[in-house]
């Protein structure tokens, strides 16, 4: 509660400052973090169970821990985005994967095949469909993009249709997982092995996630798993709240006038679940 009460304070005035942004990548990375705060208290307000008819008179709580993890898988999702568009190791790799990646979300929603379109919804397509080519042509004529093999530019051309999630290393690329992602955000990769799967399994319609309800309130494991999604959207938030920090002035700005106790809440995460070097003036006692 604590966590997202924080967040809410760092954005409780900032949508008054809309046009104070750097640029799209840094408004976008503020509309993921909202994003993520949504998740973490729709997380918050369905931890205590949720109402479960029985009757037309009455109904009981029940522990939800299926749909908690849904939501703690996409605010997971959001927050490795949010990582892996702002903090490659040079800004011309920051710039080519938010460009990959917007450019894969518009090309998802150019698929889109209603039988009959609103005249606004298709002019926004046909916007979108050149904005779409314009971005192509940014990525192919960059220097990350240039320095790959012609086999590689190639098969890369094709795959940013059908994902965003590219590293880049000596002159070559590299597609990654979620988890790969996760990594990659500099948690302590013991903790958090197999984070991603494990959140997947009990939103998918696998025979796994089917095993998970017929055995968790069998063997009363509903209320740990709900501890435990809990306790992973308070890090995950922790974690998201300090990049985005690191990326805007005017919320770090927000986070200044914050209290100690409150600063100290949000690094103490970064401090046991990274290092100390995530956290922002932070000082040990």
Known sequence: MEIISVTNKLFFDRTKRINTFDNERTHLSNLLLQKITLHGSSILNCGDGINFPSDFTKDFKIMDPFSLSVLMRSLLECYL??????????????????????????????????????????????????????????ICNSDLFLNLDENKQKTLSKQITQDWKFTFRNETYIKCSWQELLNNTGVNQILFNDTYNFLSW????????LYQLRDIYRENRDKDEVKNVLKEAAIIVALAITDYIKIENETKKEFDKLSKDKKDLINIYNYIYRNESYCIDFEKE
């Open 81 to 138: 985005t949010l990582h892996h568009i702002n903090f490659a190791p040079t800004e011309k790799e920051n710039d080519i994967r938010f460009k990959i990646w917007t450019m894969y979300g518009l090309s998802q929603r150019a698929k889109m095949t209603f039988v009959t379109m609103p005249k606004e919804i298709l002019a926004q397509l046909d916007y979108e469909k050149e904005e779409n080519e314009n971005l192509r042509k940014e």
């Open 202 to 209: 009990f939103a998918h319609s696998s025979s796994i996630s």
